[in-house]
């Protein structure tokens, strides 16, 4: 069956960085798009990355470019999400999306800014 795992997660101070990562399994993974989608307390889940099958494509939400970058391995079936600059607005549970095109999610990764 389709999994998805994340992990990288944590707390960081404001400005630092993490790298998130999804294992993807249970599919041919070189041959779907994946995203980040996040979610702060109270608000909806939105989508922060895409990256398409090959990686020659890539957009990000308003709120992260610059600062964000997606990137994939087609041979680990792994997609990693690099955060830089991190602000205490992009406090969330950090989810990683493939379409198949049935639409699977990950368990979310924690991730807090603040001093």
């Known amino acids: 069956q389709v999994q998805l795992v994340e992990s990288g997660g944590g707390l960081v101070q404001p400005g630092g960085s993490l790298r998130l990562s999804c294992a993807a399994s249970g599919f041919t993974f070189s041959n779907y798009a994946m995203r980040w989608h996040r979610q702060a307390p109270g608000k909806e889940r939105e989508l922060v990355a895409f990256i398409s099958s090959t990686g020659g494509r890539r957009n990000y939400a308003d709120s992260v470019k610059g600062r964000f970058a997606i990137s994939r391995d087609n041979v680990r079936n792994t997609v990693y999400l690099q955060m830089n600059s991190l602000k205490p607005e992009d406090t969330g549970v950090y989810f990683c999306?493939?379409?198949?095109?049935?639409?699977?999610w990950g368990q979310g990764t924690q991730v807090t800014v603040s001093s």
């Open positions: 999306n493939a379409r198949t095109p049935n639409e699977y």
